[in-house]
């Protein structure tokens, strides 16, 4: 028979239980994650942080440590019940909002190479603007990939789990990262050297690139704020609450629209779009208002500063979002994922709906040119289809079935192939190809079978592609674009993201920006 506690006890003993955890954690935790949990020379311990993570794995991780990093074991330390206990409290919020102001950031700010160090001359024999930048997430590593011999050049250490797209300069020449935990690392792509590191933010969405390579603007989720920060050396010029009517809010993302000089911005509590302009002569916000064409659709918000956003409202939360090649229109998912809508950053409003459920992940759609149509396609994450959007009537003339949903959608002007993944299902392993002049599908492929395949990059002149086989003894594999062999296997640690310096540059229309 179960012995029953007496109530006293069982409330005596509950305070105990966390004083214990709490205890455990700065005894075994706080020296790498920080006593706060928000990270040093480990990753943050927050719930929002670790989002990715299954709890199940942190145990796992917590037992057994993770290989490549300073991640220790704790098997032989600790008993599983004090390894649950630890997770279940990393995933427990922490009790207030922790602080990450500027002069937080100031602080975390390194400069590790001159530009003077650098060499003039690239100290290899291929393309400078057909380097790849591959994102290895198995063991947080980058390897910058020779595009023209498709040969490994240089691999290094990265911050913990890069998310988003990786940005380059306008010349191409240096690379930005962001982690998750809001780290922002300059790399150059001639040596693979770190040129300057500053924590932005404590969980970061992404960052973006001005295109007169002056400045770069980083979106967070923790704290709610923009992070301005000088592309040069990566130091802080400003941060930039986000707020609105009383309230706060989390980034979706942040996008430079170059032809604008701006960045634009998605929020995820906030009905609204922020553009921020950049320009040196862009028209001022003055008192939080500028130039208002239509009243209560155009407000800034008044920080003090060179950048000023300008607020649109928006009839949904957008948490996805793509533009047009013309950076006039941006096309929205709203946050149900049920439906879309068109909104013009000149008009500052809605100007059509867009017939997309199913999730569409439209941060990965592409545009490409059928005859006198300009046609947008996009994967959705919860249906397994690409739609076909046409960019002047906002119709949808097409959804093209597929095996399963999927994340990432690739094509490059010199192909008329599009590759789409359908890894959000069960056929985790199949790339499926549409020819963009009939949008069918013309073949599947399946180079590892069984293994999770997904993102592909085209090179400088899309006559082959990379393609990921995201697992921890994973691969890019090399394909002729047109027949679609395979020419190579790169052995790599779950590799997910991987970035052509030309397409990124040059805005192709088949790629991220
Ligand atoms: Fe991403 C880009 C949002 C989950 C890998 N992802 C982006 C961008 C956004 C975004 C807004 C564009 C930023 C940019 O490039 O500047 N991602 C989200 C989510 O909301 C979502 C669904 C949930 C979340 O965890 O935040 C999500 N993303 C994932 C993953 O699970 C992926 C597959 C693995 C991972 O690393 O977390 C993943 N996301 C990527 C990659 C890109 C990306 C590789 C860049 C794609 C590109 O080609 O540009």
Request: aromatic letters at 8%; charged letters at 25%.
């Amino acid at each position: 028979m179960k012995r029953l506690l007496p109530l006293a006890l069982v409330l005596l003993a509950v305070p105990a239980l966390a004083d214990d955890v709490n205890r455990l954690y700065t005894e075994t935790c706080a020296a790498c994650h920080g006593a706060d949990r928000l990270g040093a020379i480990g990753p943050a311990l927050l719930p929002e942080n670790l989002g990715r993570l299954k709890p199940a794995e942190a145990e796992k991780v917590v037992a057994e440590g993770r290989a490549a990093t300073q991640m220790p074991a704790f098997k032989d330390q600790l008993s599983g019940e004090q390894i649950k206990a630890l997770v279940k409290l990393v995933y427990s919020p922490v009790p207030a909002l922790p602080l990450w102001r500027a002069e937080e950031i100031t602080a975390s700010h390194l400069v590790v190479t001159r530009t003077a160090d650098l060499p003039v001359k690239p100290p290899f024999k291929a393309d400078p603007m057909n380097l790849f930048t591959v994102v290895e997430g198995g063991d947080h590593h980058v390897s910058i990939v020779d595009g023209d011999h498709m040969k490994p050049l240089y691999r290094f250490q990265s911050r913990f789990a890069l998310h988003g797209g990786a940005k380059y300069s306008p010349d191409g020449r240096f690379v930005y990262f962001a982690s998750r935990d809001g780290w922002i690392s300059k790399v150059d792509m001639w040596t693979g050297k770190l040129m300057a590191e500053i924590r932005a933010g404590i969980n970061t969405r992404n960052v973006a690139v001005s295109d007169d390579g002056r400045f770069l603007m980083v979106g967070n989720v923790l704290p709610h704020t923009l992070v301005a920060l000088d592309a040069n050396d990566l130091s802080l010029l400003q941060v930039i609450p986000v707020e609105g009517d009383g309230k706060t809010s989390r980034v979706s993302a942040v996008y430079t629209a170059p032809p604008r000089h701006s960045f634009v911005v998605a929020l995820r509590d906030l009905e609204e779009i922020w553009e921020i302009p950049y320009a040196d002569d862009a028209a001022p916000v003055i008192n939080g208002l500028a130039h208002s064409r239509e009243k209560g659709l155009e407000e800034g918000v008044g920080t003090d500063g060179r950048f000023q956003a300008l607020r649109i409202r928006t009839p949904d939360y957008l948490d996805d979002f793509f533009f047009d090649p013309g950076y006039e229109k941006v096309m929205g998912a709203s946050r149900d994922g049920k439906k879309g809508m068109v909104i013009d950053l000149d008009l500052k409003r809605k100007i059509a709906d867009l017939d997309l459920g199913g999730m569409p992940h439209l941060g990965s759609g592409i545009v490409f040119r059928q005859g006198e149509r300009l046609l947008m396609a996009t994967p959705h994450l919860k249906e397994a289809m690409v739609s076909v959007i046409d960019m002047r009537t906002w119709e949808t003339v097409k959804r093209i079935p597929t095996l399963g949903p999927g994340f990432f959608m690739r094509g490059h002007e010199n192909s008329p192939y599009a590759w789409v993944d359908v890894s959000m299902g069960k056929e985790r392993d199949a790339m499926q190809i549409i020819d963009t002049r009939t949008l069918e599908i013309v073949k599947t492929v399946r180079p590892a079978k069984g293994r999770l395949t997904r993102h592909v990059e085209f090179n400088r002149d899309g006559t082959k592609l990379l393609l990921s086989v995201s697992e921890k003894d994973g691969a890019v594999i090399v394909i002729d674009a047109k027949s679609f062999a395979e020419e190579k296997r790169l052995p790599m640690n779950a590799p997910i993201g991987k970035y052509n310096v030309w397409n990124k540059i040059t805005y192709s229309n088949g790629t991220s920006h």
